[in-house]
């Protein structure tokens, strides 16, 4: 089974900046395309970034031109830059596979953008 292991988040003012970055088990991570989800307290889980196995991306309007998406293979690792952060952007955040999540979540990561 593939484990999760999200790290990177912290309290950062609007504006600031934050780089997330996913560590996955498995020697096949190469061959799935992934995805940075996020949920804020009383909203569903929404998933905001894709990244497929070629590298082609895809982004949520609501951070498109502030997050890029990024993945190491040989690292078994997908990074989230997030740039001009909000505070509608705080959120516990998530890596999965995309667009259709599987297995367990990993613990996430807390976002928090406030002055």
């Known amino acids: 089974q593939v484990q999760l292991v999200e790290s990177g988040g912290g309290l950062v003012q609007p504006g600031g900046s934050l780089r997330l970055s996913c560590a996955a088990s498995?020697?096949?991570?190469?061959?799935?395309?992934m995805g940075w989800y996020r949920q804020a307290p009383g909203k569903q889980r929404e998933l905001v970034a894709s990244?497929?196995?070629?590298?082609?991306?895809n982004f949520a309007d609501s951070v498109k031109g502030r997050f890029t998406i990024s993945r190491d293979n040989a690292k078994n690792t997908v990074y989230l830059q997030m740039n001009s952060l909000k505070p509608e952007d705080t959120a516990v955040y998530y890596c999965n596979r995309a667009p259709i999540p599987v297995g367990s979540w990993g613990q996430g990561t807390q976002v928090t953008v406030s002055s």
């Open positions: 990244i497929a196995s070629g590298g082609s991306t």
């Open positions: 498995g020697r096949i991570f190469a061959i799935y395309a």
